[in-house]
T-cell receptor, first 114, second 111 residues
Framework: DVKVTQSSRYLVKRTGEKVFLECVQDMDHENMFWYRQDPGLGLRLIYFSYDVKMKEKGDIPEGYSVSREKKERFSLILESASTNQTSMYLC?????????????FGDGTRLSIL | DAKTTQPPSMDCAEGRAANLPCNHSTISGNEYVYWYRQIHSQGPQYIIHGLKNNETNEMASLIITEDRKSSTLILPHATLRDTAVYYCLRMTTDSWGKLQFGAGTQVVVTP
């Protein structure tokens, strides 16, 4: 079974802090994604990566950065946390070279910025 | 601009088949139909996907109409653990980075 593991299920941070969210997958997937999910807004793509050290902006990259130093790990960084970044953050991964492969998700990190 | 249309909610008795409809009347030839579900406080879980043929796996069956304008996800023997929000998506290989979840169907399985 595909396993996508996010480092924390719940996290509370303060405004202005630098926040790191970690994601690890064990299926040798090339693609990795970070989304946030908010009530009424659905799932929104923040950043994705299709290879080590490669990254692409999604729909809402402002206030975030990412790091992919190893194939299995994709980190989301909130440079200076703000209250409007309180959300559920979801990491996903998928194969790249096999057509129509689905994305597999972790269980999410519920982040609260106070 | 809703790309898929699903009923907002559905109840199903435990042990019975749950049939979840999805309308995607404007689907294009290179778009697949994907189904995910999300159990409360968990990440979305992939269920099944298809292009034009019916598909079956250990979780569910997917029936796609011949004109591809609609599909039905079938959970053959619903259990209480199948209570979740079910999402029907359209996706091409070009848009692999952009999963767009609509409101989905809240399925409640009752004893």
């Amino acid at each position: 079974d595909v396993k996508v593991t996010q480092s924390s299920r719940y996290l509370v941070k303060r405004t202005g802090e630098k926040v790191f969210l970690e994601c690890v997958q064990d299926m040798d997937h090339e693609n990795m994604f970070w989304y946030r999910q908010d009530p009424g807004l659905g799932l929104r793509l923040i950043y994705f990566s299709y290879d080590v050290k490669m990254k692409e902006k999604g729909d809402i990259p402002e206030g975030y950065s990412v790091s992919r130093e190893k194939k299995e790990r994709f980190s989301l960084i909130l440079e200076s946390a703000s209250t409007n970044q309180t959300s559920m953050y979801l990491c996903a991964s998928s194969f790249q070279d096999r057509a129509h492969q689905p994305q597999h998700f972790g269980d999410g990190t519920r982040l609260s910025i106070l | 601009d809703a790309k898929t249309t699903q009923p907002p909610s559905m109840d199903c008795a435990e042990g019975r088949a749950a049939n979840l409809p999805c309308n995607h009347s404007t689907i294009s030839g290179n778009e697949y139909v994907y189904w995910y579900r999300q159990i409360h406080s968990q990440g979305p879980q992939y269920i099944i996907h298809g292009l034009k043929n019916n598909e079956t796996n250990e979780m569910a069956s997917l029936i796609i109409t011949e004109d591809r304008k609609s599909s039905t996800l079938i959970l053959p023997h619903a259990t209480l653990r199948d209570t979740a929000v079910y999402y029907c998506l359209r996706m091409t290989t070009d848009s692999w980075g952009k999963l767009q979840f609509g409101a989905g169907t809240q399925v409640v399985v009752t004893p």
